[in-house]
């Protein structure tokens, strides 16, 4: 009874835990969260008001910036194509596909940018 009593207290506890347990994971869900609510939400609502202002905003003569950076006006509107007027004097038009338009520049911020335009010096901007 002794030799068991001493094999037993001889012994180390060697008995894995069962996991992290709740106190092991929180950090990770709570890094999870805090990555969804600053990254992926934010960029799901700018994808969703990009798309929505493309499909349904749109319209003949809007001005607007494309993702190579030319600004244009809109001439035509297809299903997923758009031509756009880019010089009046010369009649050069460009096909562009509807996704590559960034924004559609209001006349508010034509006379904010020539106004920017005129104080650097540079020619103002045509709208």
Known sequence: MLFALMILLAQDDKRAPDGPGLIGLAPIVAIVILF???MLRPARQRE??????????????????????????VANIKDDEVTLKVDDSANVRLRILRSSIVQIRSPKELADANSEAVKAGTPPAKG
């Open 36 to 38: 969804y609510f600053l």
């Open 48 to 73: 969703k008001q990009q798309r929505d202002m493309i499909m349904n905003q749109l319209k003949k003569n809007d001005e607007v910036l494309t993702s190579a950076g030319i600004i244009g006006t």
